[in-house]
């Protein structure tokens, strides 16, 4: 069987066994197509059907989350958590909290997961989890005995050796330490069972800006390929959550101009750049008040405000989706390219759709996939376990050095196993090959489990 043929009939199982989850099959299909050359060339792979068992998750969890609201209504959602993968460690991934969430979503995460959590090269398994519980306009009361109620039934499914549970969207430093909270209280322990903690009770300094650091991090090393740099260029970020708040403050340090920021209601653009002054309004609005992006024009009246659009139509050099998962489809990547945007990197998990990355790489503009450009994030929480577990701190300066090395390490991987006949980077199939060989070599040597 040749590698198309192989790639067909196991898409066509795979969509069989589940179906419906349309973003878990993009997903599969995407790493699927990077690795059946090299699966097809192992008879030990194809006999031993590693790929078939990687995407069949380890265990599902799904359970009911009842809560009281501020009114005293019982409220009940929905939480799940995918344990993956523990080939090469614990189950690690984040928690979102989001109305969208559903099993595809979070099995499309937690397979992601996987080949991110090996490419950082620290010993972390594939996990994520999550609720279809929307935050927005909750109190704080409600965020807590929400949170608690999840955290009842999961505290006994996770562990600081077992599955370590992180933020994702929705779920930042708040929710992160009514979870902690809960969990140690039923569990009677104090454990490094999450990560994103506040620094006062074991969370890693630098951990909130890594995902959105090491993005950039990334981006000067794809840059740094054609001998250029961030630096003067035109930025578009989509997103004002915790990654693109980051990759925002990173971009005005390496020197360019940002100039638009979003929310799923619409974007925000501001023709004299978001500058630093402006940034700190942004966090204020986001993270104290938890505003809607549109105030900033309020507050910056030169700035336009679009509703229900994303900002992908802006002239720009280089693109940062940060939001969500599918945010940038084959139009807007042709409007992008029809702008003279170089280089895309995803912030986020999976935010550019197929047409759209096979638009990119047919242009040869560098394009990054999230596993590879935002593994900064659970990198920097595989820095804050060591941490726990040596029950000592590092300094600012000393987790920014190694998530640095960490992010050039990838991207050397990346260009090891990406770099194609004509020189052109692929950062796709570079990243899901140096992040699948090592899963796979760890399953086959320890058996049909
Ligand atoms: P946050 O919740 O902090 O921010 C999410 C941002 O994306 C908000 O601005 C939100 O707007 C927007 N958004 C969410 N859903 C949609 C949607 N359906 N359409 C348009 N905009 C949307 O999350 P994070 O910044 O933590 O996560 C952003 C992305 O980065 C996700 O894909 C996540 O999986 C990924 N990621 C995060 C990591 C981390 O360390 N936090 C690590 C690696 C990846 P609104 O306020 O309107 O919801």
Redesign the pocket.
Known sequence: MNAKEYEESFMNELIAKNPGEKEFHQAVQEVVESVAPYVVESPQLMKMKVLERIVEPERVIMFRVPWVNDAGEVMINKGYRIQMNSAIGPYKG?V?F?S?VNLSILKF?AFEQTFKNSLTTLPMGGGKGGSNFDP?GKSDMEIMRFCQSFITELFRHIGADTDVP???????GREVAYMFGQYKRLSNEFTGTFT?KGIAFGGSLMRPE??GYGACYFGESMLATLGDSYKGKKVCI???????QFAAKKCLELGAEVLTM????GYIFDPDGINSEKLQYIFQL?NVLRG??REYVTKYPAAKYVAGERPWGEVCDIAMP????N?LNGEQAATLLANGCKCVVE???M?TTPEAIAAFQKAKILYSP?KAS?AG??ATSGLEMSQNSMRIGWSSEEVDARLHGIMSNIHAMCVKYGTESDGYINYVKGANIAGFMKVADAMLAQGIV
């Open positions: 984040g979102r989001h969208s995460l927005k992180a933020g994702d969207i929705g779920v930042g994103g890594a995902t989509s997103g004002s959550g915790n990654v693109a979003s929310d799923s209601n986001k809607r992006i940060c939001a969500t998962q945010e912030g986020a998990n935010p999230g935002n994030g659970v």
